[in-house]
């Protein structure tokens, strides 16, 4: 079944630093892919998304592109805050219905 | 545009209880869905509703739990006979119409912890 893989947290990164956060899928079709994101004590948001191969999906300095041949969506940020500090998951939907499929979540701490 | 909003935040209930939830989502969202988030893992799709209709039911939503969208507006989810394994963070998200490209936004979640 379809299915998304995400690297495993926690990452810490100091400020300023380069983001990478992997993310690879499996899916049937032909489907969306988001980066949603919880802060401490708050839901789920969306980050980003990209619904068709080779789109960048960006917002708030996050980038990430829908690679097709390599099945990936990595998250990049070229210099975090403290503020980026959260949990972030991987998704795709609608590959096979309207569900949304979650990574397991990678947790980033960014220190000052 | 006021957001997902879920009824009560917190619930805690002793094992056996019956336990309900509630979710409002966006206006005019036609789309409604559940999932279920435990510690550490990522939100696992329960069920989704278009307008009043259950399309869509996972393996995961056991005889013990039936949703509801009467109205086709706000949602309820019923626990029954609550166990210990039920504890978690019940999200509830709406989208306009649904399909592949729709942005499902998500409440702040219901944390049910069964004693």
């Known amino acids: 079944g379809d299915s998304v893989t995400q690297m495993e947290g926690p990452v810490t990164l100091s400020e300023e630093a380069f983001l990478t956060i992997n993310c690879t899928y499996t899916?049937?079709?032909?489907?969306?892919l988001f980066w949603y994101v919880q802060y401490p004590g708050e839901g789920l948001q969306l980050l980003l998304k990209?619904?068709?191969?080779?789109d960048k999906g960006s917002n708030k300095g996050f980038e990430a592109t829908y690679r097709k041949e390599t099945t990936s969506f990595h998250l990049e940020k070229g210099s975090v805050q403290v503020s980026d500090s959260a949990v972030y998951f991987c998704a795709l939907g609608g590959s096979m219905g309207d569900k949304i499929i979650f990574g397991k979540g990678t947790r980033l701490h960014i220190l000052p | 545009d006021t957001g997902v909003s879920q009824d009560p935040r917190h619930k805690i209930t002793k094992r056996g209880q019956n336990v309900t939830f509630r979710c409002d989502p966006i206006s005019e969202h036609n789309r409604l869905y559940w999932y279920r988030q435990t510690l550490g893992q990522g939100p696992e799709f329960l069920t989704y509703?278009?307008?009043?209709?259950?399309?869509?039911k996972s393996r995961l939503l056991s005889d013990r739990f039936s949703a509801e969208r009467p109205k086709g507006s706000f949602s309820t989810l019923e626990i029954q006979r609550t166990e210990q394994g039920d504890s978690a963070m019940y999200l509830c998200a709406s989208s306009p119409q649904g399909g592949r490209t729709d942005t499902q936004y998500f409440g702040p979640g219901t944390r049910l912890t069964v004693l």
């Open positions: 509703f278009q307008n009043e209709a259950q399309l869509e």
């Open positions: 990209a619904t068709k191969a080779d």
């Open positions: 899916a049937t079709g032909y489907p969306s």
